[in-house]
T-cell receptor, first 112, second 115 residues
Framework: NAGVTQTPKFRVLKTGQSMTLLCAQD?????MYWYRQDPGMGLRLIHY???????AKGEVPDGYNVSRLKKQNFLLGLESAAPSQTSVYFC???????????FGPGTRLTVT | AQSVTQLGSHVSVSEGALVLLRCNYS??????LFWYVQYPNQGLQLLLK??????LVKGINGFEAEFKKSETSFHLTKPSAHMSDAAEYFC?????????????FGQGTRLTINP
């Protein structure tokens, strides 16, 4: 039982490049979330999903897209990276039983 | 809409001293409240939570928090700080928007422990 995993752990992109971050959970959770963490701003919700095949915008969705083709996976895409997207990205899934969010270890992204 | 305010972005205490991290929330419905800890270069780990019932909640690593409805607070305490407690702490409140539950996080408090 690995919980929530994220790949890659680190990535450096040039402005305009694209990439996809993968989040996987093995707890059969319906809800999954993508956050970004920036100094002094806590965690801000980018997009979330309430189940397979569904996604919705969070607090800061611009510049990002997501897909939830399989229940256990939640992908975050950057089509054209910008320096403002330099951040640490966290994925989380939530248990409908105890309402706890389980977080992945994070992906540190730098856009130059 | 629910929101969370953490008072103090940095708190510094001596080893063995009381730890007090402050969190106030606003919520139009009975809140579910959480404290998470983040160690350097790691994800967030749940410390404790309040949903219903007893207002004094005990968590891992000797931490506890008390839900005070009249003060809209959920402060985190630990009687005696240990060097390993140095981390960033986040308070969060659960919100439900259009049937979907989310967590709203405070800005975080970085705890430093002085030897």
């Amino acid at each position: 039982n690995a919980g929530v995993t994220q790949t890659p752990k680190f990535r450096v992109l040039k402005t305009g490049q694209s990439m996809t971050l993968l989040c996987a959970q093995d707890m059969n959770h319906e809800y999954m979330y993508w956050y970004r963490q920036d100094p002094g701003m806590g965690l801000r919700l980018i997009h979330y999903s309430v189940g397979e095949g569904t996604t919705a915008k969070g607090e800061v969705p611009d510049g990002y897209n997501v897909s939830r083709l399989k229940k256990q996976n939640f992908l975050l895409g950057l089509e054209s990276a910008a320096p403002s997207q330099t951040s640490v990205y966290f994925c989380a899934s939530v248990s409908a039983v105890n309402y706890e969010q389980y977080f992945g270890p994070g992906t540190r992204l730098t856009v130059t | 809409a629910q929101s969370v305010t953490q008072l103090g972005s940095h708190v510094s205490v001596s080893e063995g001293a009381l730890v007090l991290l402050r969190c106030n929330y606003s919520s139009s419905v009975p809140p579910y409240l959480f404290w998470y800890v983040q160690y350097p270069n790691q994800g967030l780990q749940l410390l404790l939570k309040y949903t219903t019932g007893a207002t004094l909640v005990k968590g891992i690593n000797g931490f506890e928090a008390e839900f005070k409805k009249s003060e809209t607070s959920f402060h985190l305490t630990k009687p005696s700080a240990h060097m390993s407690d140095a981390a960033e702490y986040f308070c969060a409140v659960r919100t439900i928007i259009q049937g979907a539950q989310k967590l709203v996080f405070g800005q975080g408090t970085r705890l430093t422990i002085n030897p």
